[in-house]
């Protein structure tokens, strides 16, 4: 086989494995969201919103790849739900950004600590080093595709 076929091949069985880990955390996710009353959509929104700091409606929408008018839909279903509240930005009052409430940061909290136990049961039988390793690796992927993204 010729390198770039090497290549090629590994580049494969590495997308497939990303996508199937992907799809096992999402469907894991997916489980215990169902104890509580928000969707993937609006868990998705708040994780946004917590990682990023207050965003608009328009910042969030690009942030989930979702459109204009959905965003805005899922911000009235999770103020509604007393999730999150609209506040106007103190620098231009024209502005008004999406801040998480303490009831969607305590689901959210939730949530990721019971995706991490999962998280932390597959890891059992991997070694420190291996999980070092593992960590140190997703690192250098996930940098790359920031800067290949970027460009």
């Known amino acids: 086989m010729l390198e770039n076929e090497l290549q090629r091949d590994a580049i494969e069985k590495l997308e497939k494995r990303l996508r199937h880990i992907s799809g096992a955390i999402k469907q894991n996710g997916r489980k215990i969201l169902n104890n509580y009353p928000i969707t993937s959509p609006q868990f998705i929104a708040l994780q946004w919103l917590l990682e990023e700091g207050d965003l608009t409606i328009g910042e969030l929408s690009t942030k989930n790849g979702l459109a204009?008018?959905?965003?805005?839909?899922?911000?009235?279903?999770?103020?509604?739900?007393?999730?999150?509240?609209?506040?106007?930005?103190?620098?231009?009052?024209?502005?008004?950004?999406i801040h998480v409430l303490d009831k969607g940061k305590r689901i959210i909290k939730e949530v990721i600590l019971k995706r991490q136990d999962f998280l932390g049961e597959v890891l059992e039988n991997f070694s420190e080093e291996q999980?070092?390793?593992?960590?140190?690796?997703?690192?250098?992927?996930?940098?790359?595709?920031?800067?290949?993204?970027?460009?």
């Not at 620098?91 to 950004?97: K, L």
């Open 131 to 151: 999980t070092a390793t593992l960590i140190e690796l997703l690192d250098q992927l996930h940098d790359k595709m920031k800067s290949v993204n970027e460009k």
């Open 68 to 97: 204009f008018s959905t965003t805005t839909d899922l911000v009235d279903r999770m103020e509604k739900n007393e999730l999150v509240e609209r506040v106007r930005d103190q620098s231009d009052r024209r502005v008004v950004r």
